[in-house]
Structures are given as structure tokens and as C-alpha cells.
T-cell receptor, first 117, second 115 residues
Framework: AQSVTQPDIHITVSEGASLELRCNYS??????LFWYVQSPGQGLQLLLK??????LVQGIKGFEAEFKRSQSSFNLRKPSVHWSDAAEYFC???????????????FGQGTILTVHP | ETGVTQTPRHLVMGMTNKKSLKCEQH?????MYWYKQSAKKPLELMFV???????ENNSVPSRFSPECPNSSHLFLHLHTLQPEDSALYLC??????????????FGEGSWLTVV
């Protein structure tokens, strides 16, 4: 079964610093990968996704993520964090299980980002 | 604005009440989903509808009853809930069923508190 691990439950950075949020997945073939962001009291907003092609994916709000097959990782990065980036970030993976199944979305536990001024 | 609208945003109900959560998508999608988000637990998929037919009931207790009258609307009917059902309920939709090469879009969520 597919699984997603976000090793960091909580990360704190200073405003203007760079950011990297880690995500590792477990799946035999190439999965489809997503990062969502959830601001306090809000739903999930799609930041970016990887389906195929260039392994470096650009998203909204200045975020990017790199798919590394050899490391089974899809880490999210931002060169300079803004206070408004404080939120919870979820990595998710979808994979086809064969037969009549459909691509279910499996989420990681989430990483809470705190930004210090 | 994600194109998926949920009402009410906040709901407080007693354990003997009957209430409903409503979701409407304005994206022309054919699949809709209910997820539950509890504190310190991963998002849990509850129900899935494709072309108004239920394709998944993820072992959800019968006190939660979904309804999909058309491809744009999804309801979650609630009755005799327990305090542990207090959570954020997220509605989502996608162009076709599943997230395999397809994107799922989420609403803002409905915060449910059972007292």
C-alpha cells in the first residue's frame, strides 16, 4: 500500500530564510505527488503537483518541489519565507492499485510551519 | 475561492440533533468526496461519489449519511453523533474519479462540534 511520511511535525524559520519541507513516499511505480497548504481554520489549497516530465515543479506563492526517484522524495522548497507562509503543509501521493480501483489520495501527517519575524 | 463551497462553516449540535452539511462545486467536476480531519490524525477519506453514484464508503458509521443529488452538490446528513465526531469536514471535487493524474480540489471545510 502507498504511504507518505513527513518526518518533521513542526518547523520554525525566520522570515526571509529559506525553507525545505521533507516528504518521502512508499510506492513501487512512479506516483503522482502533491503538496497542499492549510492556513488556520481553512481548507486545503493546492500548491503544486508532479505528474511527469521535469522533476523540478514550480507552484504558487513562490514554492517549488523536486521529485527524486532514487530517494523516493518530493521535498518542498522556498528560497525566502514570508510571515504569511505560516500554515500546515501536507504532502500527498496518488497511485493506481490496478483493476477497477481508482487513484486514492494518501496524505502525510502534515508539517506545521511557524515563521518568526 | 477554490470553486468548492461548503456551508455552514461552523456547526454546533447536540448528540440527539439532526443536521446536514452542504457542499457545492462550481467547477463542472464529476467526482466529489467527503474527508474528515481530526486533531493529530491524517485526513480520512469518508465517501466518494462519481457521476452521482457512491463508489466508496470507507467504513464510516451509519450516523453519517451522504447524498449526492447531482454532480454539483454533495450533502452529509448527521444524526445521533458522538463527541468524538467533532472535526473539520472537508468536501472536495475532481474532474474525474481519483487523483491518479488528476487534481482534487478542496473546499474551506465545515467545523463540527458535537456537545
Amino acid at each position: 500500500a502507498q504511504s507518505v511520511t513527513q518526518p518533521d511535525i513542526h518547523i520554525t524559520v525566520s522570515e526571509g530564510a529559506s525553507l525545505e519541507l521533507r516528504c518521502n513516499y512508499s510506492y513501487g511505480a512512479t506516483p503522482y505527488l502533491f503538496w497542499y497548504v492549510q492556513s488556520p481554520g481553512q481548507g486545503l489549497q493546492l500548491l503544486l503537483k508532479y505528474f511527469s516530465g521535469d522533476t523540478l515543479v514550480q507552484g504558487i506563492k513562490g514554492f517549488e518541489a523536486e521529485f527524486k526517484r532514487s530517494q523516493s522524495s518530493f521535498n518542498l522548497r522556498k528560497p525566502s519565507v514570508h510571515w504569511s507562509d505560516a500554515a500546515e503543509y501536507f504532502c500527498a501521493v496518488s497511485a493506481y492499485a490496478g483493476g477497477t480501483s481508482y487513484g486514492k489520495l494518501t496524505f502525510g501527517q502534515g508539517t506545521i510551519l511557524t515563521v518568526h519575524p | 475561492e477554490t470553486g468548492v463551497t461548503q456551508t455552514p462553516r461552523h456547526l454546533v449540535m447536540g448528540m440527539t440533533n439532526k443536521k446536514s452539511l452542504k457542499c457545492e462545486q462550481h467547477l463542472g467536476h464529476n467526482a466529489m468526496y467527503w474527508y474528515k480531519q481530526s486533531a493529530k490524525k491524517p485526513l480520512e477519506l469518508m465517501f466518494v461519489y462519481s457521476l452521482e453514484e457512491r463508489v466508496e464508503n470507507n467504513s464510516v458509521p451509519s450516523r453519517f449519511s451522504p447524498e449526492c443529488p447531482n454532480s454539483s452538490h454533495l450533502f452529509l446528513h448527521l444524526h445521533t453523533l458522538q463527541p468524538e465526531d467533532s472535526a473539520l469536514y472537508l468536501c472536495a471535487s475532481s474532474q474525474v474519479l481519483g487523483a491518479y493524474g488528476n487534481t482534487i480540489y478542496f473546499g474551506e471545510g465545515s467545523w463540527l462540534t458535537v456537545v
